[in-house]
C-alpha cells in the first residue's frame, strides 16, 4: 500500500541482477533493512558474476537466460539454490507464488518477456526496461487490467512524475495513474528533462566525428552502454515520452521535454491551474527503484542526497528538434502507437549494436530508424505474437540497410 510502512518484507525478483540497474536494485535491497529480500537473481551470460550475487544475496532461484552461456562458475552453487536456464526460465521465476514483485531491468527488447510473463502471473512489475512499454505499452495495460498486475515506474523521470502525482492522491498509482477520478483531467502536461547528453552543445556538422567512447562518456548518468548511447542520440528521451503516454495514459502533446544539463531536476509535472511539481534529487537511479520496490513507502535510501552548496545553478532549455531528430520521432510514435514502436525499437536496437562495433558512424543511428520506421506497412493492432515477428522482420531489414 503505498505511503505505508508495512512490516512484511517484499519478495523481489531481479531480472538482469548483473546490469547496472540490478546492481542498484540489490544495493536497495541490501540496505533496506529486511523491507525487501531477493528471491530470484536473473543473468544472461555473466555467470561468474551472477554467482557472486548469489553468494552474497542468497536468492532461492537464479536463472540464466543465454543458453550458451558458461555454467561452470554456478556448480558449487547447485546445492544450495534452484538454476534454471534459458529465457523459459524467467516464466517460471517471475510466476512463483512468493514472489512480490518484479525488477525489470534486462535491457532491449528481450526484456518484453519478463515483464510480460510478471503481469499475466498478475505481479507488480517495477518497471526499468522501457522498451517493454515502447514495443507493447497498450496490450500491457491490457494484460494488467486482466490479471490484477500493476506496473510501477523506475525510470526516474516517469518516478518523478509519479511522485508529483501522488504528492496530490497518495492513493492513485501511475498503472491507469492519472485516470483515477479527478486525476488526469487535472493534469494540463508533463515537462520530462533531459540532461542533453555528451553532444548536447554540438552542432550537427560535428556529430558525424564523434567516436564510440566520445559517445559512451554521459555526463551526469552511469548506465549500460545501450542507454547511455540511447541517451547521446536522444533516442532515450523518445522512448521515454512513449513510456509516459502509456504509464499515464496522456496524448503525446500533453507530453514536453526541455534539456536540464544538470540532472537535478528529474521531471515535472503542471497541473490545470498553473501549479508545477517537480522532484529533485541526485542523478542516482537507487531512490527511484526503492520507491518503486517498495511502492512509494519512503525510508533511508543509499543514494546520497543532493549537496545544495554545490548546485550552482539549473538550467532549463528547450530542445533543437531539428539537431535532436529524435524527439519528434518519439511523438510520433507514441501518436501513431500499433506497429510503430515495435519497429523503432527493433531498428534501434540493431544501429546502436553496429555504432557500438564500429560499423556506422554516430549520426546514421537515428537517420536508420527513420528509414525503416517510414518503409514499414503501419499495422494499428497488431497482437503480441505479430509484435514480436515486426521485431524480428525489423533487425533484419536494419542489418540489410546497414550492410548494403
Ligand atoms: P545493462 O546493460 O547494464 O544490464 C542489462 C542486464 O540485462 C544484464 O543483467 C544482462 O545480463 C541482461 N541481459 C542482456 N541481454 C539479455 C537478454 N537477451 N536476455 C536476458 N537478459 C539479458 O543495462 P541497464 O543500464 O541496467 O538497463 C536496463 C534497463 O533499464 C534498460 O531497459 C534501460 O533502458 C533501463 N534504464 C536504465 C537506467 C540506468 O541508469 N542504467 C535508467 C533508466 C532506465
Ligand atoms: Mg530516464
Redesign the pocket.
Known sequence: MPNQETTKPRRVAI??????????GLDVVASSCGRLVPVTL?????TAKLAELARRFKPETIVV??PQADRTPLAPLARSVRILYG?EG?DEAVSAPDVDIVL?????G??L??TWRSLEAGKTVAL?????LVLAGPLLFDLARRTGGRILP???EHSAVWQAIASRAPALTPYGTAGGAGGKDQIRRLILTASGGPFRTKTLDELPRVTVADALAHPT????????I?SATMM?KA?EIIEARWLFDLPPEKIGVVIHPQSVIHSMVEFIDGAVLAQLGTAD?RL?IQLALSEMTRFPCPAPPLDWTKIQNLELIPPDEKRFAAIPLGRRVAREGGSSGAVVNAANEVAVAAFLAGKIPFHKIIEIVQAILDHHQFEKEPALERLFELDRQARRETQKWISD
Request: net charge positive; aromatic share 4%.
Open positions: 531480472l538482469g541482477a548483473t546490469g547496472s540497474i540490478g546492481q542498484s536473473t543473468a544472461h551470460s555473466q537466460t543465454d529465457p524467467i525489470s531491468a534486462i535491457v532491449g528481450a526484456g518477456r519478463g526499468a526496461n522501457k522498451e517493454s523506475v525510470d526516474s548518468w552511469k548506465m549500460g552502454k545501450k542507454i547511455t540511447d532515450n522512448f537511479m527511484p
